[in-house]
Structure formats: C-alpha cells, structure tokens
C-alpha cells in the first residue's frame, strides 16, 4: 500500500470515528425537550433511553461473525449511512415505543459501526506496522464534542428537533459518501478477518477476553462515563458552583479527551503500554482525590480537565491488546473488549447514582476514580511479551 493511499485510508477512518461520535451526542441536548413534546414520564424516558443498549450490545457480538466473512471498509461505509440518515426519525416519533425502536435502531447501528470501525483500524495498524487507533478515537470525541456543542446552538437558535436531526444528518451522510470510495476499496490485511485477510486457520477456538484487558477497557470507560454523566451535578449542588462551570467542565473534559487520543498514538510510540498505564493510573488517581480533598469547584474542574489529558490512550490500548490476544479474530475480540467497556460506560454510573444515594457523590465519585485506576495499574501489563516490549510498531514484521 502506497504512502499516500495510507494516508487517505487513515483520513477516511478519521472521518468515519467522527460520524460515529456526532449522531448519539446530537441527540442527548434535545432529550429534554422530546420528552417534553411526547410527554414522557421519567420512567418512560429511562425505558426508552434504554433502547440504545438494548440495540447496541446484541449488535457488538452479533457484528463480529458477519465481519469472518466481509471486509470491514464496506461494513463501515454502510453502517455509518444507516446511523446519520436514521437520526431525524427521533423528530417524528409519536409515543414511547416508536422513540424506544428508533433509539435501538441507533444503538444498534452505533454497535456495528464500533466494531467495523475498529477492525478496520486494527487490520491498518497489522498491515503498516503504525499505530492509529488513538487518533482515530480521537476523532470520535471530536464528534461528541461537535454533536454536544450544535445541539446546544440548535436549541439556542430556536430549531425544532425535526430541523436540527435534518441538518445534522445531512452534513454526516455527504461525510459518510465522501469516505466511501476509499473504504469500500479497502485492500485485505493478512492475519486479519474482517479488515481483513485471507482467513487464517486458527487450532485454539476458545477466544474468551483476558481478564487484564477486560478490566482494562472497564476501567478507562468506567471514569469516562462517570465524569460524563456526574461530573457538572459533583461541581454545582455538591460544590455550591454556578451551571456554566459544571457545562464548561464537561466541554474541557471533552477537549481533553480529544487532544489526549490524538496525541496518544506519538506517546505510545515512544513508551511503552505499561509506562503510559501506570502513568496514567497515578496521575488520575491523584487528581481526583486532591480534587476532593480540595472540594473547591474551580479546582475540581482543573482536577477533571486533566484527568481527560491523562485518560484518552486507556481504551484504545484495550482494543489493541484485545485483537493482539487472537492474531486472526479481531473483529471478534474487538466487540468482545467494546462489549465490556460500553457495558461499563451505560450500566456503570447509573449504579453509582445509588451508591451517591448511601455515602454521598463526593465520596462515591472519588472512591469509583480510585478503584479504576486500581483497575488500571492492575492491567498495565500485556498479557503476552512481544518481542519489541510493546513499543513503536507493534511487533509487526
């Protein structure tokens, strides 16, 4: 594969990660207002929010059997069609159940584009020897972040919800075709269904995730869905801050995200995973628990800015040791390590809301940082030694 076609292949996944992040964040700005449209009750709210899990797990498994037999190019084009053109269905939705099936028709689509999105990038990085999931996550938080910040303006500006998914869905669909033709042509990686190769005969078809990388990718989302979903209500009702400090510690925990993954490729280049592991664990737990020590708001949000600095590496070094750990099964080992972690990341701070409920958010956001990061440190090292320690190019020769 020639420089110039990597490099237009590597752009092309870039902009395919970005879509993915900008159709789910797009929405969650207009929840209140839909439910306000349908009158919903917060039940009926939570059951149909549930829809998007509910679509996305089944379809993170079911994903890597069909990714055995195609390549994972196709796949994403398709899928990422599916997912921008769905979302103005949420603008014409008349009641509780037709919101719950559209939102698992999202989740669902958001699941299988995960998955193709990742192969592809895991079949790029054995094929080239270059590591790109980082920045390629990287530009999924940018898509949050853009996603987040437009459905603000939207709102703002006065759009109804039919007009703003129009919009949006409009932008990501020409994205999407301008991706395709380079991605449909996606030369086969050896080694690599579904991204994908000549399939490989595999002696051992036990492909169960190591727990390391389990409690890997559960760690790093874990905190990540935490910050996201407790961060601005720790800062304003439990540390007396106005509501434009809790939104604007959640936009710099975003960015941090985004500068964080898009560096981390350069870093693990120069260090190894362990390295970046332990450092991450150590500086993230002091962070939050000086924070809480503190319990200043201003030093709570510096406090979760730089956790979204240290964090961003942890997930996509889970997906890589998670297709290392199966030479051949990728797709198949990757929606297993994406199952767990999103699993974390939906069911996760949900469950820490009870918790809140017993010993406090303060103590109950400190104390779940804290495991994590135990997590972390638990897992830093690779399940298997590779003959280059984990650094630059991956082992591949």
């Known amino acids: 594969m020639s420089l110039t076609r990597n490099r237009s292949l590597v752009a092309r996944l870039w902009v395919v990660f970005l879509v993915n992040g900008a159709v789910l964040s797009s929405w969650a700005p207009r929840i209140p207002e839909v439910k306000h449209l349908l009158g919903l009750s917060d039940s009926e709210l939570g059951l149909a929010l549930f829809g998007v899990a509910a679509g996305s797990v089944p379809a993170l498994l079911l994903t890597a059997r069909v990714l055995d037999r195609v390549r994972s190019g196709p796949v994403c084009v398709v899928t990422a069609l599916v997912f921008s053109a769905s979302l103005p269905l949420l603008g014409v939705v008349d009641g509780v159940w037709q919101l719950t099936g559209v939102l698992m028709v999202l989740g669902a689509a958001s699941g299988v584009l995960d998955i193709a999105m990742n192969t592809a990038g895991i079949a790029y990085q054995q094929h ?46 020409v994205l999407a075709l301008a991706c395709a033709p380079t991605l449909w042509s996606q030369p086969r990686s ?39 979903d407790w961060s601005a209500l720790l800062i304003t009702r439990d540390l007396g801050a106005q509501a434009s400090l809790g939104a604007g510690t959640l936009a710099l925990f975003s960015v941090a995200m985004f500068v964080s993954r898009s560096a981390g490729d ?58 290392r750990s199966a030479p051949g099964r990728a797709a198949a080992m990757t929606a297993q390590v994406s199952a767990a972690g999103y699993l974390a990341y939906l069911g996760g701070p949900p469950v820490i809301g009870f918790v809140a409920e017993v010993i406090g958010l303060p103590l109950a956001f400190a104390g779940t940082v804290a495991l994590c990061c135990a997590g972390i440190a638990f897992a830093r090292r690779p399940g298997r030694r590779r003959p280059d320690g984990d650094r630059g190019r991956l082992g591949v020769r």
């Open 190 to 228: 050896p080694g690599v269904r579904g991204g994908a190769g000549t399939p490989v005969v595999v002696r051992n078809r036990r492909f169960g995730l190591p727990v390391g990388i389990a409690m890997l990718a559960v760690s790093g989302l874990l905190i990540e869905g935490l910050v996201t």
């Open 266 to 323: 350069a870093v693990l280049n120069r260090c190894t995973e362990r390295a970046v592991l332990t450092t991450v664990a150590v500086v993230v737990g002091c962070l939050v628990v000086l924070g809480s020590i503190v319990a200043h708001p201003v030093a709570m949000a510096v406090s979760i800015g730089l956790v979204g600095l240290a964090l961003g590496p942890v997930f996509p070094v889970a997906v890589s040791r998670a297709s």
């Open 128 to 173: 080239t020897g270059h590591r790109v999931l980082s920045r390629l996550h990287g530009a999924y938080s940018l898509g949050v972040l853009a996603g987040a910040l437009g459905g603000v303006a939207a709102t703002e500006g006065g759009a109804t919800v039919t007009e703003h998914f129009l919009a949006v869905a409009v932008v990501l669909v």
